[in-house]
């Protein structure tokens, strides 16, 4: 499918799960476990699909690991299966990192496998400043359409203020912003650097807080300026909590998008942020985030283990007790029944 297309779906708002990878219980990686995954996703729904990026774990670019481009090879595969057999567009997206040597060149891998974005992380270069970060945001720009990404601390993000996102957003093939700071007040610096730009109608804006889901779906943001009114909406979500239980995500997600805001939606946005706080085990700063993931998959059979690459990365103490508990609570939130039904067929795909 083109580019064009996919982009002009970006744009306009869609579905894109920030996708984990499969492993065996010794730390070798699962091809067909992998395959399944992107299967669950694509049959459930979603209008893109985000790898190499932080829920796939940035190991995945350690020499030693080497399977970057390996995972972007088996869902670029998966992906262009599902396309010819449905006659549907999805965005692919890749996650790159680095600075701007590696940066460009993961850039390029993504290019040469067809991809149609890439999602640019800022985490670990914590020694350069805003003006590298703009510099290299244009080098990778040059090679692919960029999805700019407001990285949360916890995970190795910093403070990026309005100036910055304004300066982003003018980039020619800058085509997204994906904001997970996980805070309020940095969240409208970014809607407002945004709106306030020239290339808004040409930028795609996407919640990466997985704190805040639905709120930040149903909010309308207005900025007055100069007597003129300039309102703007986040039109989608790349989102790791968008990995789990993906068939209800898209679900809500069609349902969202002509809402009003009522008791309802408020109800099911705290639901929500409740769940994902025992997935990326918030009790324990998001040590767990990974390992979160990997157990609900687990448990519903979507992966045949929990393992990620560092061995030591597990379940916190007491999260898989909240995990329990958000299952309980909130049983219409999960996917249960929709993975039962099709597992079997992803597997002997």
């Not at 999805?90 to 460009?104: H, L, M, N």
């Not at 805003?130 to 960029?146: N, Q």
């Not at 309102?231 to 979500?237: A, S, V």
Request: with cysteine; hydrophobic share 40%.
């Amino acid at each position: 499918m083109s580019r064009e297309k996919a982009l002009e779906i970006l744009k306009n708002g869609t579905v894109i799960p920030a996708i984990p990878l499969a492993l065996n219980d010794d730390g070798t990686f699962n091809e067909h476990g992998q395959r399944v995954l992107c299967r669950y996703y694509l049959d459930a729904g979603v209008g893109g699909i985000a790898i190499a990026v932080h829920t796939t774990q940035f190991e995945i670019r350690d020499p030693k690991v080497n399977l970057f481009e390996t995972v972007l090879k088996i869902a670029a595969e998966e992906i262009t299966k599902f396309e010819e057999k449905t006659g549907k567009t999805i965005v692919k997206v890749s996650g790159v990192c680095g600075p701007i040597e590696q940066a460009t060149a993961e850039a390029e891998i993504a290019k040469s496998l067809g991809f149609d974005a890439v999602l640019l992380s800022p985490g670990g270069l914590a020694d350069k400043d805003d003006s590298y970060l703009i510099e290299r945001t244009k080098a990778v720009a040059a090679v692919m359409p960029v999805i700019g990404f407001y990285l949360q601390t916890a995970c190795g993000g910093r403070f990026l203020n309005f100036d910055y996102w304004k300066q982003i957003c003018e980039i020619e093939n800058v085509v997204a912003i994906k904001c997970a700071s996980f805070n309020r007040y940095s969240t409208i610096d970014v809607v407002r650097a945004v709106a306030l730009s020239s290339r808004n109608n040409e930028i795609g804006l996407y919640t990466g807080n997985d704190d805040n889901i639905v709120v930040d779906l149903l909010t309308n943001y207005k900025f007055e300026v100069d007597g003129k009114i300039i309102e703007r909406k986040f039109d989608g979500g790349l989102l790791g909590h968008w990995s789990v239980w993906t068939k209800s995500v898209c679900d809500m997600f069609e349902k969202i998008k002509d809402a009003e805001i009522n008791d309802k939606w408020l109800t099911l946005a705290a639901q929500i942020t409740d769940a994902n706080a025992a997935i990326f085990d918030t009790a324990n700063g998001f040590e767990g985030v990974i390992a979160g993931v990997h157990e609900v998959l687990y448990r519903q059979g979507l992966m045949k283990s929990v393992r990620c690459i560092n061995p030591d990365e597990k379940l916190s103490k007491g999260q898989a007790e909240e995990l329990d508990r958000v299952y309980k609570m909130y049983p219409h939130l999960n996917d249960d029944a929709f993975v039962k039904e099709n597992l079997a067929k992803w597997e002997n795909q």
